[in-house]
């Protein structure tokens, strides 16, 4: 009998990759942090170029009322020596009494001496919803000088409403921190206020990725594997543990959060 020309030997590609947990935390006193050095491992791994981070969030009050704010991945705050923020994706509500902070998501590492990086978008064209889960990447593009600073929602770049940086260059690799907790703000006077949020799929790279490479991670709303992306330096899916799935090894401790079946589709 003559063959069909089918081709038996091959074997079908299977995608190993899946997405099933994330990290739940609940708003009194859950975070996580980097288990070699919170003070420093962040510094270290994105401060001496240009930089991207990406990550999934989910609050179940996204736009808090009045002078609140959400912070949806990580705050740090000092005072030895003057003043030092750090702020990662801090969301500001519209109705904020202060004009300058209306509509507003924040990106900053500020010290003493100056500023890292500093961007300030205006996130009223994004929609953010209650229980919903959006896709929030900052790239910082080392410009001369200075930086540049972008902040996507869902795959769009935010119109920017100020971006400053006042340390030549901008490379913070061996500078400091007094704390860096996520997703909450840690205080070196032994404060600490947390937030309620989910976490998912969060990437670190050492290159301010651009617009084409944003909406690629966020895939219309869906996850997709991050491993081979050029200049991949942290990766963290959060499937069941904090362990870091770049080739640094930097994983999280987990204190109190726990893992849930709710992930962004």
């Known amino acids: 009998m003559l063959g069909l020309g089918l081709n038996t030997a091959t074997s079908p590609i299977i995608d190993f990759f899946a997405n099933t947990k994330s990290l739940s935390f609940d708003g009194v006193n859950d975070s996580m ?43 740090g705050v000092g005072t030895s020596g003057g003043v030092t923020l750090l702020s990662i994706g801090t969301i500001y509500d519209p109705g904020h009494s202060t ?28 929609t953010l919803s209650d229980d919903t889960w959006i896709h929030i990447a900052y790239t910082s593009l080392i410009n001369g000088s200075s930086r540049d600073g972008k902040v996507y929602i869902n795959g769009s770049v935010l119109t920017n409403n100020a971006d400053a940086n006042s340390i030549s260059g901008g490379d913070f690799s061996s500078a400091s921190l007094p704390a860096l907790g996520i997703p909450a703000t840690f205080f ?27 909406a690629d991670i966020y895939n219309s709303g869906v996850p997709k594997d991050e491993s081979g992306r050029t200049g991949l330096v942290g990766y963290w899916r959060l499937e069941d543990n904090g362990t870091d799935s770049s080739s640094n090894s930097n994983d999280f401790a987990v204190t109190g959060a726990t893992f849930s079946t709710s992930v962004p589709t």
């Open 33 to 75: 942090s980097f288990s070699s050095d919170p003070t420093t491992t962040f510094q270290s791994l994105l401060g001496a170029g240009s930089f991207t981070i990406s990550y999934w969030v989910k609050a179940p009050d996204i736009l808090k009322g009045g002078n609140n704010n959400t912070v949806t991945f990580a705050n």
């Open 99 to 126: 004009a300058s902070f209306r509509n507003v998501i924040d990106f900053k590492f500020q010290v003493p001496g100056g500023t890292y990086f500093s961007t300030q978008a205006d996130h009223s064209s994004a």
């Open 188 to 214: 070196n006077a032994a404060l600490s206020a947390f937030s309620e949020v989910s976490l998912d799929e969060i990437s670190f790279y050492t290159a301010a990725k651009s617009a084409s490479d944003i």
